[in-house]
Every structure is written in C-alpha cells, then in structure tokens.
Nanobody, 115 residues
Framework: QVQLVESGGGLVQPGGSLRLSCAAS????????LSWYRQAPGKEREFVAS????????TYADSVKGRFTIARDNAKNTVFLQMNSLKPEDTAVYYC????????WGQGTQVTVSS
C-alpha cells in the first residue's frame, strides 16, 4: 500500500529556512504528481505546492510563491519542500500527498515559525 513519511520539520525563527522530505513507497513513484499541503491550528488543510511526474511542471499557492521550492528525486522516491524566508503564518503541520486512485497522506511534520 501507499506509504508516505515526512521529516525535517522543527522550530525556526522568522526569516529562517527548513527543508522537508517525504519518503514514498508502495507505488511507482516516478509516474505520479506529488503535492505538499499544510494545516494550521483551527484551519482547514490547504494546498502548498505540487510537482508533476516529469519534473517539468510545478505549482505553488500564492502565499508561498518565491519562498518555497518543491523538488523530487525519482531515483530515491523522495519529494522535498525547501522553505525559505519563513513567516509565523507558515506555522502548520505539513503533509505530502499522492493520488494513486484515492488520495493518500503522510503522518505530517510540524513546522513552527516563532521567535
């Protein structure tokens, strides 16, 4: 079955950077688009970024454009989210996701941006 395991979250000061990773298994990784979502306390889960299977296309939420970069390594079945210039409003649990039939989610990794 599909398994997604996120890592790399933590506490960072405003203006800092973090790199999230998501290790995937249970499906042919290179064939599927991958996405990152986030959910802040008391808010609905929201889209952050996605990357096509061919690596030729990326999409970002307006709130993170120019600060976050999504990338993938098809040889290592891993998707990344490089987050720069972090703001307190980026504080959330971050999830990677793939739709292999039904959409699957990892367990999430907490990102806290605070001084």
């Amino acid at each position: 079955q599909v398994q997604l395991v996120e890592s790399g979250g933590g506490l960072v000061q405003p203006g800092g950077s973090l790199r999230l990773s998501c290790a995937a298994s249970g499906f042919t990784f290179s064939r599927y688009p991958l996405s990152w979502y986030r959910q802040a306390p008391g808010k609905e889960r929201e889209f952050v970024a996605s990357i096509s299977s061919s690596l030729r296309s990326t999409t970002y939420a307006d709130s993170v454009k120019g600060r976050f970069t999504i990338a993938r390594d098809n040889a290592k079945n891993t998707v990344f989210l490089q987050m720069n210039s972090l703001k307190p409003e980026d504080t959330a649990v971050y999830y990677c996701s793939v739709a292999v039939g039904a959409r699957s989610w990892g367990q999430g990794t907490q990102v806290t941006v605070s001084s």
